[in-house]
């Protein structure tokens, strides 16, 4: 299994800003990603983190609003740039395995924006 | 594509048996996952069906049909701490192992 940490839990932010959310990992993991959970929704992938290189982002995600990074194996920040109440939402880090079908998840940082 | 369908709420007794189902449409199959998520957490990994079958691990089992694009969770001696939303994942075969997930199933558990 795998033990991820996300900072912050949770922020309150105004409309305009931007907030860093980081997550790390206790293990070398073979892939890292980002989800974002709306009230009542089920998960939807913005990206996977790529490491050393730019993350590959799922449709309607673009790396200007979600800006990504993944310096090593166990570390990832995700960027919610030029905030607006639509952001508001529950973002999720989440990795797989080495075995590469146990997918596990952060506790999430719920972001509320004003 | 994928599409997957599960209902969006249940209810049960306490001590009873429940069965969430999952069906899904997919260009090409590489393995169904159930994820239990409480309120307010992070989901987490239950189970995980590559082969037609049924999978068992303690109370939880869960089952595959590949040829009917159809998989169950089936909770027994349900417990109230087992109230949350049950998500089915389903991967294809487009060589990334990035599961797509359905809406979940909220589960409310009753004296």
């Known amino acids: 299994s795998a033990v991820i940490s996300q900072k912050p839990s949770r922020d309150i932010c105004q409309r305009g800003t931007s907030l860093t959310i980081q997550c790390q990992v206790d293990?070398?993991?073979?892939?890292m990603f980002w989800y974002r959970q709306q009230p009542g929704q089920s998960l939807t992938l913005i990206a996977t983190?790529?490491?050393?290189?730019?993350?590959?982002?799922e449709s309607g995600f673009v790396i200007d609003k979600f800006p990504i990074s993944r310096p090593n194996l166990t570390f990832s920040t995700l960027t919610v740039s030029n905030m607006s109440p639509e952001d508001s939402s529950i973002y999720l880090c989440?990795?797989?395995?080495?075995?590469?079908?146990?997918?596990?998840f952060g506790p999430g940082t719920r972001l509320t924006v004003t | 594509g994928q599409n997957i369908d599960q209902p969006t709420e249940m209810t049960a007794t306490e001590g009873a048996i429940v069965q969430i189902n999952c069906t899904y449409q997919?260009?090409?199959?590489?393995?169904l996952f159930w994820y239990q998520q409480h309120a307010g957490e992070a989901p987490t990994f239950l189970s995980y069906?590559?082969?037609?079958g049924l999978e068992e691990k303690g109370r939880f089992s869960s089952f595959l049909s590949r040829s009917k694009g159809y998989s169950y969770l089936l909770l027994k001696e349900l417990q109230m701490k087992d109230s949350a939303s049950y998500l089915c994942?389903?991967?294809?075969?487009?060589?990334?192992?990035?599961?797509?997930f359905g809406r979940g199933t909220s589960l409310i558990v009753h004296p």
């Open positions: 293990s070398q993991v073979t892939m």
């Open positions: 983190a790529n490491q050393g290189s730019e993350a590959t982002y």
């Open positions: 994942a389903v991967r294809d075969m487009r060589g990334s192992y990035i599961p797509t």
């Open positions: 069906n590559v082969l037609d």
């Open positions: 997919t260009s090409g199959f590489n393995g």
């Open positions: 989440s990795v797989l395995t080495v075995t590469r079908y146990e997918q596990y």
